[in-house]
């Protein structure tokens, strides 16, 4: 097996540098925060929220969906496909978040969002997207992805992730201040060599395992970008499931097959109301009980956005040494790659 210990040894597997563009998640932040403050968007009336995007894109909303539930006063519904709900109307700020700027799917809703009449923002580091930020078609923002090396979508999160927060924020939709932010990143950083050991030590139990991720409240967003990164990152099977929600059906489901292989990744927190940590004990026992494997991790910080971000590096940690583990090159998406060449047919 692979020696996480030996650098030279992770850069064969790791030639486009996942290993350095998933250490840059702070840097990240950091540009994106900034460069957003030099967005001028126009203050109207706005009574919904949708964020449309694909993927890794998309990550920025289900964040916003989970982090921002206590904050946010209106509503926010997040769209993974090609059109826009029937609701979308001038009261409508639609943000459109794609990491090339190409995605198909999100300049469909574009395109809807221009004729329905629309409030538009936009994310992109370029692309047809960035050409309709580029000739004032939408306020929004084009970063530059100087702090990703690797140059795979997924492996920007924090440029999507806090952008899409940053942008909202600039609406005046949330509020959060510079120095909630500015501690949240200081953190991150100082919590990192940490958050590296952990996910060398967790990635081995999930070894020729199912992930089966499970959180709630706040972290609930971080439980489907770490499923994605599993897929993608890991070459693995996972899935994800939220408190309360699951206790009203999933753990019937474990009983069969016999011979699943799953391993439960509990992401915990000491902020979750007492109500969800009675829950969260409760099925862990369950799980127990039905011979599934646990495996824990607890979220680190004093505030709600420390440990979604403390989450973030760890899932992509996690899933990057998995990789490893199973002898893959974790920048490689093969099948999506493929999949996108014969749509194009």
């Not at 990703?148 to 609406?171: E, F, M, S």
């Not at 509990?266 to 409760?282: A, G, N, V, W």
């Amino acid at each position: 097996m692979i020696n996480f210990e030996d650098i030279n040894e992770i850069r064969k597997l790791d030639p486009q540098k996942v290993y350095e563009s998933t250490g840059m998640l702070p840097a990240q932040c950091e540009q994106i925060w900034k460069d957003a403050y030099n967005i001028k968007i126009p203050k109207r009336d706005i009574d919904k929220l949708v964020i449309a995007g694909m993927g890794g894109s998309s990550y920025g909303g289900h964040v916003l969906e989970s982090l921002f539930a206590d904050r946010l006063k209106i509503p926010l519904v997040i769209i993974n496909d090609y059109h826009l709900p029937k609701f979308a109307d001038s009261k409508t700020l639609v943000v459109l978040t794609s990491y090339s700027g190409t995605t198909e799917e999100t300049l469909s809703c574009a395109t809807e969002a221009l004729r329905l009449g629309c409030q538009t923002l936009i994310l992109t580091s370029g692309g047809e997207l960035g050409n309709m930020v580029n000739t004032k078609q939408s306020p929004g923002l084009v970063f530059d992805p100087k702090h990703n090396p690797c140059g795979q979508p997924r492996l920007g999160t924090g440029y999507i992730i806090v952008g899409t927060i940053a942008l909202i924020k600039q609406t005046g939709l949330i509020d959060m201040t510079d120095d909630e932010f500015e501690r949240a990143v200081y953190l991150l950083r100082s919590e990192q060599e940490r958050i590296i050991k952990t996910a060398k030590e967790l990635s081995l139990k999930f070894d020729n395992k199912i992930p089966l991720i499970i959180a709630a409240d706040f972290l609930k967003g971080n439980a489907h970008i770490l499923r994605n990164q599993m897929n993608e990152t890991a070459k693995s099977f996972a899935n994800f499931s939220r408190l309360p929600e699951l206790n009203h059906h999933l753990m019937e489901g474990l009983k069969y097959p016999k011979d699943n292989k799953l391993e439960a990744l509990f992401l915990k927190s000491d902020l979750y109301e007492t109500k969800i940590k009675q829950r969260l004990r409760l099925t862990e026992e369950v799980i127990a009980k039905n011979n599934v494997g646990i495996t824990e991790y607890d979220a680190q910080g004093n505030t709600k956005l420390d440990q979604v971000l403390n989450v973030l590096s760890f899932g992509g940690y996690l899933s990057l040494f998995l990789a490893l583990i199973y002898d893959e090159n974790p920048s490689l998406i093969p099948w999506v790659d493929y999949f996108k060449q014969e749509l194009k047919k």
